[in-house]
């Protein structure tokens, strides 16, 4: 059976910080044997109707959405990212 790793977080909304904590959780939860990564929702970014509509991204390409791509590729987990909004 797979193992699951949860990520617990305050986020902001700031998404390359939310990022950083992310991608150093995803490094630790892999190193346990995670297999599957779960985020709290609004994990990407976290503030004003203003923030989401500054970072908001077509779905399929944009930064953010490669960052957590290759994340789980570097990492060979899969990625279950709370609250992509679309």
Known sequence: ?????IIQMTSG??????LDYIEQK???LASQGARWIVTPENAIVFGSK???H????KL????????????AKQHKVWLIVGSMQY
């Open 26 to 28: 995803i490094a630790h």
């Open 50 to 52: 203003a923030d989401y």
């Open 1 to 5: 059976m797979d193992r699951i790793g």
């Open 60 to 71: 399929g390409c944009g930064l953010i959405q490669q960052r957590l791509s290759n994340l």
């Open 13 to 18: 909304a700031n998404p390359d910080d939310n």
């Open 54 to 57: 500054r970072h908001a991204e």
